[in-house]
């Protein structure tokens, strides 16, 4: 059973799960209705208006994987909620959800001794005019399906998808998921330009590696990629 605890409003479900880690329980869901501060990575914000998106933060102990391999499962899950709801999602190198090639959905893992908080945010009813406030382009459930859609059932789908490619991992590993992200991916082989904080380079991606990093063939020799933008050219 999941233990989900809902609120009207916080300043960010991932900051309220982090500062209360100690407390609460592994698999501990902390879910609210709005976020006054939400967080996006590298420093962003999340535009997080009240009732109509899902924010949650899972609260996961125990763990026997890296943060990175549990936003990649946390993606997965989304894929496979959004699919569905009969959209054709794609996921964009590490773990961005794209439809139509906008964002409908953040993950944004963060770690303390006490264990690690796992936010998802998905785009469930935004109107197009809220959307259109999002500096890069975004899109929702309710922009892509024309229909008003059952933000609750979202949910349950969504942690209930998490929760079975989670206990798949903790009881045989991570090498099954990796391949079905890789094959997500559709990025090997693909010529791309990478934009990182310290460098811009192009080259084709040859492997990702066990740390889920891009390994990329430039034309003075090989790149390792963990954090940056990745766009196929
Ligand atoms: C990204 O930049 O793509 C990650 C965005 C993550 C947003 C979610 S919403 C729930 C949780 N609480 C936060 O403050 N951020 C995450």
């Given amino acids: 059973m999941l233990n989900i605890i809902n609120f009207p409003v916080l300043d960010s479900t991932n900051k309220y799960a982090l500062e209360n880690l100690k407390n609460l329980p592994d698999r501990t869901v902390i879910t609210c209705e709005e976020q006054t501060g939400g967080r996006g990575r590298l420093q962003r914000k999340w535009l997080s208006p009240p009732q109509v998106n899902i924010y949650c933060s899972l609260v996961l102990k125990n763990l026997t994987e890296k ?53 998802i945010g998905v785009n469930v009813n935004t109107p ?84 889920g990093a891009l390994i990329i063939q430039t034309l003075t020799g090989l790149e390792k990629v963990l954090a940056g933008d990745v766009y196929v050219v």
Avoid at 160 to 167: G, H, I, L
Avoid at 179 to 191: F, M
């Fill in 128 to 211: 197009p005019e809220i959307l259109q406030q999002i500096e890069k382009p975004a899109t929702s459930l309710l922009a892509e399906t024309g229909q008003i859609v059952n933000k609750p059932k979202v949910l349950t789908e969504l942690l209930e998808s998490f929760f079975v490619f989670y206990d798949h991992v903790l009881s045989r590993g991570f090498a099954y998921i990796a391949q079905i992200w890789q094959n997500e991916l559709q990025i090997i082989d693909k010529k791309v330009r990478v934009k990182t904080v310290q460098k811009e380079f192009e080259g084709t991606v040859s492997q990702i590696d066990a740390d």
């Fill in 67 to 119: 943060p990175a391999m549990l936003t990649i499962i946390a993606a997965l899950a989304v894929l496979e909620t959004l699919r569905k709801y009969n959209l054709a999602p794609q996921l964009k190198w590490p773990n961005d959800v794209l439809v139509g090639g906008k964002k409908i959905c953040g993950i944004l893992a963060e770690t303390k001794p006490d264990g690690l908080v796992l936010g």
